[in-house]
């Protein structure tokens, strides 16, 4: 499972020389995101199957970690025997980043940053399935800003924003990691 060969797009992605890594096992651009059994679990199907394709994180030679895309591939020989594996993969980093985005525009305030009502309904409607699955009890704080609308109209949208973002840090600082401040 040694590497023999790669082509110049490999190092353009992971920044490694073809000397660098020629001779060596991929294992040393693990991330170290992936535990034995997802290998294991990779590995099976590839000796069942002759070949695996799924998301894989792995370190550049500058320590970047990144997401990648790979499709590895039995290569057989006339008595069908396995001789090699080809290993093709692309960098999925600009999918991940937007993937991210889309998630936090879908779920996250953009001003505040904070759950926005639709992730703030989601969790709270899982805190009262738990709630009466064990018999706990919990607490729901709803706070109003009073006089807000008159602070937009006198000093303008940017001073308002700027109070809720302040308003909302310091909740948030003022409760658990676990509790949500929406």
Not at 74 to 79: G, T
Not at 90 to 97: E, F, L, N
Not at 98 to 118: G, M, S
Request: with cysteine.
């Amino acid at each position: 499972s040694n590497i023999i060969r790669v082509n110049q797009a490999f190092s353009d992605i992971t920044g490694y020389r073809p000397d660098e890594v020629l001779g060596k096992n991929p294992r040393m651009m693990g991330s170290g995101r992936h535990d034995r059994s997802f290998y294991r679990d990779m590995w099976q199907r590839l000796l069942r199957e002759g070949s695996w394709s799924g998301e894989i994180w792995d370190r550049r030679k500058n320590g970047q970690v990144f997401p990648k895309w790979m499709t590895i591939t039995a290569i057989k020989n006339v008595q069908q025997e396995v001789t090699r594996y080809v290993a093709i993969f692309s960098d999925i980093t600009a999918r991940k980043q937007a993937e991210e985005e889309i998630l936090n525009l879908a779920f996250y305030d953009e001003l505040t940053k904070l759950p926005n009502r639709r992730l703030f309904l989601d969790r709270f409607g899982s805190a009262l399935s738990a709630s009466a699955r064990h018999n706990d009890y919990g607490a729901a704080l709803f706070i109003d800003l009073d006089r807000f609308k008159v602070l937009n109209d006198t000093l303008g949208h940017d001073c308002g924003d700027l109070l809720l973002k302040e308003v909302g840090a310091r909740i948030k600082s003022c409760v658990r990691e676990m509790d949500t401040v929406a």
